[in-house]
């Protein structure tokens, strides 16, 4: 059975900055479009970031120039460096990954998981 586990949340003053990381554990073939997502208190999920297994990379406005997504494809890590923290990006942050699985000799692909959650506190 195949997780994401996830790590580097935790609690960082504003203006800080911390790492998230995230991989799937498990039997899998390849890693194809991995994001982060976060909920505030009280909002909706939303999209923080993504980045395509060709690199290409996606922000939600708010955090653009200050937070940066990569993948190292031979470790299956997606990262997500996060600087110049505010207050307002305070939630639990979900990592999600497209993995693709080897079946009867065909590849796979479209099958989406969810990590379990990673709380980032930016608070002074």
């Known amino acids: 059975q195949v997780h994401l586990v996830e790590s580097g949340g935790g609690l960082v003053n504003p203006g800080g900055s911390l790492r998230l990381s995230c991989a799937p554990s498990?039997?899998?073939?390849?890693?194809?479009?991995m994001s982060w997502y976060r909920q505030g208190p009280g909002k909706q999920r939303e999209l923080v970031a993504s980045i395509k297994r060709d690199g290409t990379t996606q922000y939600a406005d708010s955090v653009k120039g200050r937070f940066t997504i990569s993948r190292d494809d031979d470790n299956y890590v997606v990262i997500l460096q996060m600087n110049k923290l505010k207050p307002e990006d305070t939630g639990v942050y979900y990592c999600n990954a497209d993995l693709s699985f080897r079946r009867d000799g065909l590849i796979i692909s479209g099958y989406d998981y969810w990590g379990q959650g990673t709380q980032v506190t930016v608070s002074s």
């Open positions: 498990g039997d899998f073939f390849r890693t194809n479009d």
